[in-house]
């Protein structure tokens, strides 16, 4: 994110006009390709906007519309975020903290094992179930974090999103999310401009 503000610092004004005019191009052109397509130029290397629609193009304040909209679905994920944040912090935090406590007591535990290799101390087979309870410790804080960290990619509660008129009830994974929510952008573009829906 730094990089990306100081590279945008090091444009002037009129790149950063450029830029925002291409990006939401872009997105009217993702949205409704038939009404904007041929406005960017595409080579391997860049992108160039070639024409512009009207300032005042009542389709372009609708696809302003709809992004606006989209941007509550982000904010709304954000919020999910901080959300999830907060109830999977602690828990997280006393993962690290036991599997710290575990990994050092097992690395003193080997030391002194080490140092009485020779002696009539621990039996062989009593060393063996020590390092096993130990392993076996060890896998189960790992099946639990992986268990954590898979329940935080992939799987997000139901994202409720209200808007004007109606409210939305996304579930899924976010990616699925996002994909179901840029389908009804697209077809509320469509009902506004009377196009057909899938």
Known sequence: ANRLLSVWQGKDRDEQGALLQGAEIAYAEALAPEAFSGMIQ???????????????????ARIERIRNQEYLFC???????????????????????ATLEQTEWLERYQQRAAARTGSAGDSEFTRMQAEYAAYRSFRIQ?????????????????????TQDQVFRLEGTLESQYDTWRELLRDIYLIETGGHTR
């Open 42 to 60: 595409r080579s391997e290397t860049d992108w160039k906007v070639v024409r512009l629609p009207a300032e005042d193009d009542p389709m372009l």
């Open 75 to 97: 904010d709304t994920i954000d919020e999910q975020y901080v959300d999830m944040v907060g109830r999977v912090g602690p828990t997280y935090r006393l993962w690290r903290s």
């Open 142 to 162: 790992e099946q639990a974090l992986f268990e954590l960290a898979e329940a935080f990619d992939g799987e997000a509660r139901p994202t409720v999103i209200r």
